[in-house]
């Protein structure tokens, strides 16, 4: 099955910098790559994804990278603010409506004021 | 929409004792996952149903893990019995239309079990 790692398991920034988080995905058939914030006492929310047919996207002060052939792709945040501290989790998963997410672990960053 | 409601937020338990966790997915989402999420082992998947039916439940942990989802708006999780290793947060989440796409959370459910 799918395997989804995320390095570093913290980053801590200062405001105004930019965070870059990353994650690999070992299954080939994965194509589908969505990334979700999750703050204090509260689920995970989808804040940005990507499919394997476009190699960036881009929302506002966020973006998406995906490298297939190095199977791994990364979630970039500029001009970090204090609310961008939370944990981020990156998934994978094929299509289908069946298909599942495999998430990795987490990364936490805190933003310092 | 008021979102995915999950009830109780907190459950404190004692081992042995059954549990059962409450999940009200968003209306018109026909899919619905069950994720734990500890420290060691972050976000796992353990069923999920599409249009009422359990289409995978192969993260079950064991037997004592029972889910149902006996119409579009309603599922339930149940353990029993519990151990103090089911200590975790438990979420719910629904989607619309299957697959891996646009997953809404509920808030969670901390279980501890002493």
Known sequence: ?113 | DAGVIQSPRHEVTEMGQEVTLRCKPISGHNSLFWYRQTMMRGLELLIYFNNNVPIDDSGMPEDRFSAKMPNASFSTLKIQPSEPRDSAVYFCASSLGGGPYGYTFGSGTRLTVV
């Open chain 1, 1 to 113: 099955g799918e395997n989804v790692e995320q390095h570093p398991s913290t980053l801590s920034v200062q405001e105004g910098d930019s965070a870059v988080i990353k994650c690999t995905y070992s299954d080939s058939a994965s194509n589908y790559f969505p990334w979700y914030k999750q703050e204090l006492g509260k689920g995970p929310q989808l804040i940005i994804d990507i499919r394997s047919n476009v190699g960036e996207k881009k929302d506002q002060r966020i973006a998406v990278t995906l490298n297939k052939t190095a199977k791994h792709f990364s979630l970039h945040i500029t001009e970090t603010q204090p609310e961008d501290s939370a944990v981020y989790f990156c998934a994978a998963s094929s299509y289908g409506a069946n298909s599942k997410l495999t998430f990795g672990k987490g990364i936490t960053l805190s933003v310092r004021p």
